[in-house]
């Protein structure tokens, strides 16, 4: 080998290690959503800072009973200042689009329900479903607005048999990550335990069936769990990695403390590095109740544990 061929093949190895120090897993990659983190923005950010956050995930804003979508535009502008004032981005807009029942289809339900209060749920669904174009327009709106690119979905609630419904879920779908794309928005699907889209198989074949560029995959493997799916390593597999765009981490599956709902956060994170994900990691704790924030620290603190003893 030439002088040349030594340099070339020196450049070489050093943007390889320099590309994989940019995937590792630290606090850096990171975050927690809004309204499980602190009861107002404010706290949301002393959050970040007390961790090293550089994100955070958006839904309802603390303390005000109001989802981010539904927020006026100045409103949102001033948000957006306050993010980038405390030196955080937005990683990931948590949205509920298509978590109620697809119109036509009976969801499966633990509790009966009365002929009128059925009479009632259906018309609202309905009336969802009449409007999801325009609730995915303040959804990418207000994402815009706030400097994120990544929009959460679901496959509508659960129904008995759901691979019976799934091509009317895609065509409904469809449209609405056509819509997306010409914003420069990705809808990210959800594997949501309650939807038509729960395991890692569901997702893998919901990415073949929609095959753009603008519609890709929220991970959360909990919600897998909970319908005895083997997530990882076996449901991990499935997914088509080139679409793994943002994962999230309930917190009964990273404190030992439940053993029911543990997971192998420390295998999910090698795997995860591995295979080159470049996304965030966020904490969606679900420990609910007055210790909710008091959790999503504690979850915090094992998420930047496993990271760093990943790092060492």
């Known amino acids: 080998m030439d002088r040349r061929q030594l340099l070339i093949s020196g450049l070489g190895l050093s943007a390889a290690s320099l590309f994989a120090k940019r995937l590792k897993l630290d606090r850096t990659r990171l975050s927690t959503v809004t309204d499980e983190s602190g009861k107002t923005p404010a ?12 994100y ?13 979508a539904d927020m006026p535009e ?15 981005k937005v990683s990931f807009f948590n949205s509920g689009q298509c978590k109620f029942a697809l119109p036509g289809t009976d969801y499966t339900r633990q509790r009966p329900e009365t002929p009128e209060v059925k009479a009632k749920r259906v018309a609202r669904d309905q ?7 325009e609730t995915l327009g303040k959804s990418i709106r207000a994402s815009q607005i706030l400097g994120c690119d990544k929009v959460r979905i679901f496959a509508f609630l659960r129904v008995a048999e759901p691979e019976k419904v799934m091509q009317r879920v895609y065509d409904v779908i469809g449209p609405m990550v056509k ?25 893998a074949a919901a990415m073949k069936a ?12 909990l919600n897998g769990h909970h319908l005895k799916e083997e997530v990882f390593p076996h449901g991990y597999a499935l997914l088509p990695k080139k679409k793994l765009w943002n994962v999230q981490v309930k917190g009964k599956s990273i404190l030992k403390e439940f053993p029911a709902d543990y997971l192998d956060w420390a295998a999910i994170y090698a795997a995860l590095e591995k295979d080159g994900y470049a996304g965030q990691v966020g904490l969606e ?19 930047i544990r496993l990271a760093e003893q990943r790092q060492s």
């Open 43 to 54: 706290e949301n950010f002393e959050f970040a800072k007390k961790y090293g956050l550089r």
């Open 56 to 68: 955070l995930e958006v839904r309802q804003v603390p303390g005000a009973k109001m989802h981010y």
């Open 74 to 88: 100045a409103d949102l502008k001033t948000a957006a200042k306050e993010f980038a004032d405390n030196g955080v």
């Open 127 to 133: 009336q969802s479903f009449d409007k999801r174009m």
């Open 179 to 203: 819509v997306a794309e010409k914003e420069g928005i990705k809808l990210l699907l959800e594997n949501e335990v309650a939807c038509n889209v729960a395991r890692c198989d569901e997702l």
């Open 210 to 221: 929609i095959p753009s560029k603008a519609f890709g995959i929220n991970w959360d493997p």
């Open 285 to 303: 704790c679900h420990i609910f109740g007055e210790q909710l924030i008091q959790r999503s620290h504690q979850c915090m603190q094992e998420m």
